[in-house]
C-alpha cells in the first residue's frame, strides 16, 4: 500500500505531469484534427479525378505519400504537409480569377492555412511525434 502511495504522489507532482504531457508520441488533440483533414482532402482529390481531371492524380498521389510519412512519424511530414496544404489552393489559384477565387470562402481558406502551417512549425506536439528520420 506504501508503495501505491508513492508511487501517486509522483505522478501527482507538477513535473512529472508535464513532462509525460510533453513526451507524448500519439496524434491526439488539434494534431488529430490535422491528421483527419488530411483524409478528408485525399477523398476530396479522389472525387476530382473521377469528376474532372486526371491532372489530379498527382495531387492524390502526393497526398497518400503525406499520409504514409504521417502513419511513419517521419520528420519530413512537416514540410510535406504544409506543401499538401498550400498546393491544391494555389492551383485554383492559378485556374481561377483571382476575384473569383478571393470571395469570404476564399479568405476563410487562406486564414485557416495559415494557422495550420504555424501550428505545424510550432507544437511541442508536431515535434514530439513526428522524429523519425
Keep these: 500500500m506504501g508503495e501505491m502511495l508513492e508511487a ?9 505531469i ?6 507524448k508520441k500519439e496524434i491526439d ?6 491528421v483527419l483533414g488530411l483524409f478528408l482532402i485525399s477523398l476530396v482529390y479522389l472525387y476530382y479525378i473521377v469528376t ?3 491532372f489530379y492524380i498527382i495531387f492524390f498521389i502526393f497526398q497518400l505519400y503525406v ?15 504544409v506543401i499538401s496544404l498550400w498546393v491544391f489552393p494555389l492551383y485554383l489559384l492559378s485556374i481561377t480569377p483571382w476575384i473569383e477565387y478571393f470571395n469570404a470562402v ?3 481558406s487562406l486564414f485557416f492555412l495559415v494557422i495550420w502551417t504555424y501550428y505545424l512549425f510550432v507544437s511541442k506536439r508536431v515535434k514530439n511525434t513526428f ?3
Design 8 to 16: 501517486i504522489k509522483e505522478i501527482g507532482k507538477k513535473g512529472a
Design 131 to 133: 522524429i523519425e528520420k
Design 106 to 108: 476564399g479568405y476563410s
Design 29 to 34: 488533440g488539434w494534431l488529430f484534427l490535422f
Design 18 to 23: 508535464k513532462k509525460y504531457k510533453q513526451d
Design 52 to 54: 474532372y481531371s486526371i
Design 67 to 81: 499520409i504514409y510519412l504521417m502513419y511513419k512519424r517521419k520528420k519530413l511530414f512537416k514540410e510535406m504537409a
